[in-house]
T-cell receptor, first 114, second 109 residues
Framework: DADVTQTPRNRITKTGKRIMLECSQT?????MYWYRQDPGLGLRLIYY???????NKGEISDGYSVSRQAQAKFSLSLESAIPNQTALYFC?????????????FGPGTRLTVL | GQNIDQPTEMTATEGAIVQINCTYQ??????LFWYQQHAGEAPTFLSY??LDGLEEKGRFSSFLSRSKGYSYLLLKELQMKDSASYLC??????????WGAGTKLIIKP
């Protein structure tokens, strides 16, 4: 079984709709991250959480919100989707010492906003 | 601002050696990572450097020079399955991970 799972894997929605992307992990890591990836651009951090009670904005948090329901679950919401939020979204986890932790990525959610 | 530069695309021949460069300008430095990402898939960890020098791991090696803000990933004995994008990422002084746009490596028979 995959250590980091994301649902849904693909989603097509319309402008103005509310969308939730979910992430679950069985790695026991405290740190969780949401990224988006666009062609020709690097991964960009949307939000991150170092534990259940800790939520932090990343580089591009506008238009997004998150919820850390448990150590293993971190969901990303688009309150009112817009076409430029069309992208590949990745959830990742990190464990161990902060400076040296590698990140483990879920399989990604391909979101299309029409 | 913070910046990571990598070539957009490289082409190499099966069985050969290729070096993918990464230069960075960040506010502080707490390590450099290389990840591999096959098309449509998640990035997977390849290597980590925090001290100057070469780290070897099988067919892959990664080099770091902190004074030059420079790293490279060396892939030997290239195989067709090495066709992928290679992402360079630097952890800055605030422990934020800054990602390069990635280098798409095309392997030809």
């Amino acid at each position: 079984d995959a250590d980091v799972t994301q649902t849904p894997r693909n989603r097509i929605t319309k402008t103005g709709k509310r969308i939730m992307l979910e992430c679950s992990q069985t790695k026991g890591h405290d740190r969780m991250y949401w990224y988006r990836q666009d062609p020709g651009l690097g991964l960009r951090l949307i939000y991150y959480s170092f534990d259940v009670k800790d939520i932090n904005k990343g580089e591009i948090s506008d238009g997004y919100s998150v919820s850390r329901q448990a150590q293993a679950k971190f969901s990303l919401s688009l309150e009112s989707a817009i076409p430029n939020q069309t992208a590949l979204y990745f959830c990742a986890t990190g464990g161990g010492l902060l400076g040296v932790d590698t990140q483990y990525f879920g399989p990604g959610t391909r979101l299309t906003v029409l | 601002g913070q910046n990571i530069d990598q070539p957009t695309e490289m082409t190499a021949t099966e069985g050969a050696i290729v070096q993918i460069n990464c230069t960075y300008q960040t506010s502080g430095f707490n390590g450099l990572f290389w990840y591999q990402q096959h098309a449509g898939e998640a990035p997977t960890f390849l290597s980590y450097n925090v001290l100057d020098g070469l780290e070897e791991k099988g067919r892959f090696s990664s080099f770091l020079s902190r004074s030059k803000g420079y790293s490279y990933l060396l892939l030997k004995e290239l195989q067709m399955k090495d066709s992928a994008s290679y992402l360079c990422a630097v952890r800055d002084g605030n422990y934020q991970l800054i990602w390069g746009a990635g280098t798409k490596l095309i392997i030809k028979p």
